[in-house]
């Protein structure tokens, strides 16, 4: 698959996205090592804190399947269905990403790639 591909499947998600409060739609689409693809939006909460990120989204439900391996993930967010601009992963994503991700796990943004170990260079793992 494409990173083109992908950016559209992030893009389909965040069509599931719940944000009723900042009007940020943010979709990702992650995939395992054997290709399996899997998707997530954020989903806000009236208690910000309970929130949760598009990108923890789909490596908690890709987890939660019995998947615990990924090469990529392409993450889109925007007001109004506008995806042009990179959206950059949160801190506590990329803690997420770096539990099961090795540093040259791709993250696939609308303008540019990065390694996660240039996104998180210092990082808590096992």
């Given amino acids: 698959m494409t990173d083109k591909e992908l950016l559209a499947l992030a893009e389909n998600a965040a069509a599931n996205s719940y944000s009723p409060y900042s009007h940020f ?7 395992t090592t054997d290709g399996k693809i899997f998707t997530g939006c ?9 929130t ?3 990108e923890r989204t789909a490596i908690f ?9 990924f ?5 889109v967010g925007g007001r109004d269905g506008d995806f ?4 950059i992963p949160c801190g506590a994503c990329l803690q997420v ?3 099961f991700c090795d540093s040259d796990f791709r993250i696939i943004l609308a303008e540019k790639t990065y ?3 240039e996104l998180m260079p210092v990082s808590f793992g096992l």
């Fill in 42 to 50: 954020n989903i806000e909460n009236a208690s910000f804190s309970l």
């Fill in 52 to 54: 949760n990120c598009a």
């Fill in 97 to 99: 990403m770096r539990e």
């Fill in 115 to 117: 390694r996660l170990e």
């Fill in 25 to 31: 739609a943010v979709g990702a689409a992650l995939v």
């Fill in 71 to 75: 090469t990529a993930i392409a993450v």
């Fill in 84 to 87: 042009s601009k990179d959206c």
């Fill in 61 to 69: 439900k890709a987890v939660s399947e019995g998947y615990k391996s």
